[in-house]
């Protein structure tokens, strides 16, 4: 133990005297303890303190320069875990007051908003960091994408991230409904249903009587046939146990894949893009590294210590750590700035006689309530069905190597992903302006069977549009990576105007206005 | 043996192996039985969040009609999801949630409104504009009496099904 012993006792030729010194010496000897290898100093010490520390010791000991560079990951993934970090501490103490129990729920949340001293504000940092977590996870996916970091051997990870997405979303779900507001009611209520929605294609076959897909996932799902105390005990079980619980196993097996991939993806030319390290950054090894297990062949291939010199690597401490500190920090400050500038919303009680008009779920749901309102099922199960599986299988499809780690790397690159942005916006707000302008088929031919509008609908012609242009690209540029990148943008786009038309143009009964101020009183 | 039967037997061993070696069948047999269990106990597991008793109150209740109630408007008693009409001598209900997503839809002078997605329904329940799947269902009417009928949510009648007074 290097310095850690210390000094024997020399004074005190009494029991009394050493133990003195000992008492006198008991926080220092606790900081040493508490570092079993020392400060770190040297380069030893420094992946000693990384690897020797059991929460630490997933980060990787040294890391490559590439993976540092805030345009590399823009810190979006450790954002994710800072949000889920806060989420977890605000939400615990919600506990200590919060009653899943149907009017007493509202209630306890009632008294945690004006009574509780600091509820409001814990309420508030849990509320919009859950939003920001959102956000931050759809960034995160975005980066991963544009810089085609999920390409081999990393296609696992991506799909792991795909887990983790769901999981994220199903985790604001849940938790919409526990303040049981109108709001929440209403909304889940909609959620509920479009569970049940495949009862739209049975229904329309006629085989709903022997095949009750969508009835048996509402029931599982409610444990009633509406919103009540069983849906509400429930979706408290979900949010506070299950899902994080999955939440906490996915985040492991992806972070562990990420070191057993050989880190983040770079460009194979990256050493020679970066250049020499800077002056004060810390030099290569030099001391031999304690542990060899990648020359040992226990690990396979591409881990950063196999064929290649650590040259471009400084060590995780101190490097990658502040940097994960200063992202961490960043993103406390934006759930504290917001908790302190905007209240979370809290309408009157859940009232299952009257619909709040209109009902709206969470802000990153209004994309799939747009296309809901044209048909329950397209819109609610089928397209996100077809956008998972579509998500999930992009690295299996793009097995091309060109442009792995740089933004907008691949065939097509930047002039193709801006011609995408025009051509998604264009179609989806051309899609959007139709149906606006002149309704669509029902009000045409009020008679059209369902299942001719459950197939062809404004979110299913839009679907059809862009799967298109990503085929016309994909042939263009004789990449399959061009058409992931035209689809996946196209994607975006919709994603994003979707959204903003349900949160901001949409009013009651969910008519297009172009301002709130125009809505009828009601 | 001598070595040269021993070499025999190791290359006449490799060309006809055994069919499986039995360690190796007890151990598949080993796995193999715990994922069979642990998928039966899976499904045996999920069979208790799905309810065999729902909470759900009855969907059956009486009802007066007021007397003063004018032909073609929607009577709809607290905390029911149906509306109830009474047309000359003749009273029929037809159920105010949404086939859509489930919200309940506002009677008016043309028929019913969805405040949700815009589904609009013509006064006997039909669809005229929006996602709504499929009309409003009617719902079971009993007379009992006066002005005094039983309604039952749960039971679906014919579209265009009364009773008469
Ligand atoms: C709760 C959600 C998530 C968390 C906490 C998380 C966390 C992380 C972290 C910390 C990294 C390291 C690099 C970085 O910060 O970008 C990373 C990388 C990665 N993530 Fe995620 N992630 C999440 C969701 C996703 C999603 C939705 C996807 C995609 C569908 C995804 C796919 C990946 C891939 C493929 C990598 C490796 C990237 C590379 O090698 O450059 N993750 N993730
Ligand atoms: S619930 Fe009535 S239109 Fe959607």
Redesign the pocket.
């Known amino acids: 133990m290097n310095g850690v012993a210390g000094k024997q006792p020399t004074g005190g030729a009494t029991a009394l005297g050493r133990f003195m010194e000992n008492l006198q010496a008991v926080p220092r000897r606790f900081a040493e303890t508490m570092f079993r290898t020392g400060k770190p100093q040297s380069d030893r010490t420094r992946s000693t303190f990384v690897f020797g520390n059991v929460f630490l010791h997933l980060h990787p000991v040294r890391i490559h320069r590439w993976s540092l560079r805030w345009s590399?990951?823009w810190?979006?993934?450790?954002a994710?875990?800072s949000c889920?970090f806060v989420l977890v501490v605000t939400g615990v103490l919600l506990m200590f007051y919060y009653k899943p129990y149907p009017d007493v729920a509202y209630l306890s949340i009632k008294d945690i908003h004006f009574v509780v001293p600091t509820g409001r504000f814990i309420r508030n940092i849990h509320r919009w960091s859950g939003n920001l977590?959102v956000v931050v996870?759809l960034l995160?996916?975005a980066?991963?994408f544009y810089?085609a970091?999920?390409r081999s051997p990393?296609e696992f990870?991506?799909v792991?991230?795909?887990g983790?997405?769901v999981?994220?979303l199903g985790l604001s779900f849940t938790g919409y409904l526990l303040p049981w507001d109108q709001l929440a009611y209403w909304a889940i209520t909609i959620g509920a249903n479009i569970a049940q929605s495949p009862r739209e294609v049975t229904d329309a076959l006629g085989i709903t009587e022997w095949f009750d897909v969508g009835g048996l996932q509402k029931l599982i799902l409610l444990g009633s046939e509406e919103v009540g105390e069983e849906a509400l005990i429930r979706f408290y079980l979900f949010h506070v146990m299950i899902l994080p619980l999955i939440?906490i196993a996915l985040?492991t097996v992806?972070?562990w894949r990420?070191r057993k991939?050989g880190?983040?993806?770079r460009p194979a030319d990256a050493d020679s893009r970066l250049g020499p390290p800077a002056a004060g950054v810390y030099p290569v090894f030099t001391e031999a590294p304690q542990k060899t297990y990648s020359l040992a062949a226990i690990v396979k291939g591409r881990t950063p210590a196999v064929g290649s010199g650590p040259e471009q690597t400084v060590p995780s401490m101190p490097h990658l750590m502040f940097g994960e500190a200063a992202v961490f920090m960043l993103t406390i400050v934006l759930s504290v700035v917001f908790a302190i500038l905007i209240d979370a919303p809290l309408k009157e009680v859940a009232n299952p006689a009257v619909p709040e008009n209109p009902a709206k779920a969470p802000w990153y749901f209004l994309g799939l309530q747009e296309l809901v309102s044209h048909s329950a099922f397209m819109g609610g199960i089928g397209i996100p069905m077809i956008v998972l599986i579509g998500?999930g299988l992009i690295p299996y499809l793009d097995r091309e190597i060109a442009g792995t780690?740089v933004w907008f790397g691949g065939p097509g690159g930047r002039p193709l992903v801006v011609r995408s942005t025009v051509f998604g916006l264009a179609a989806v707000l051309a899609v959007e302006a139709f149906v606006i302008r002149f309704g669509w088929i029902r009000q045409w031919w009020p008679g059209v069977p369902q299942m001719v509008i459950t197939l062809l609908n404004p979110g299913t012609v839009l679907t059809v549009f862009y799967a298109a242009y990503s085929v016309w690209s994909l042939k263009k540029y004789d990449s399959t990576r061009a058409g992931a990148l035209a689809l996946f943008t196209c994607f975006i786009c919709g994603f994003v105007v979707l959204t903003v038309i349900g949160t901001y143009f949409r009013g009651p009964n969910w008519d297009f206005y172009w301002w709130p101020s125009q809505w009828p009183g009601h | 043996m001598t070595v040269e039967a021993r070499k025999i037997e190791a290359a006449r061993s490799r060309l006809e192996p055994e069919a499986m070696a039995r360690r190796d069948f007890l151990g598949l047999t080993a796995w193999w039985s715990a994922a069979v269990a642990l998928l039966f106990g899976f499904l045996g597991a999920m069979r208790l969040p799905k309810a065999a008793v729902l909470p759900s109150p009855s969907r059956k209740f009486k009802v007066a009609l007021p007397p003063s109630l004018a032909a073609g408007q929607a009577y709809v008693p607290t905390g029911r999801s149906v509306a109830l009409y009474k047309e000359g001598s003749q009273v029929y209900a037809i159920s105010t949630i949404c086939t859509h997503l489930g919200c309940v839809v506002k009677a008016t002078d043309s028929g019913f409104d969805c405040p949700c997605h815009g589904s609009k329904f013509g006064r006997d329940g039909s669809v005229l504009k929006g996602p709504a799947p499929k009309g409003l269902p009617w719902r079971e009417v009993k007379h009992l009496g006066g002005d005094n009928f039983l309604v039952d949510e749960g039971k679906t009648v014919a579209t265009g099904t009364t009773v008469s007074v």
């Open positions: 590399t990951t810190g979006l993934g450790i994710a875990v889920f977590m996870v995160h996916m980066r991963v810089t970091a999920y990393r990870n991506w792991m991230g795909m983790l997405l999981t994220t939440l985040m992806h972070f990420i991939d880190g983040l993806a998500l780690g």
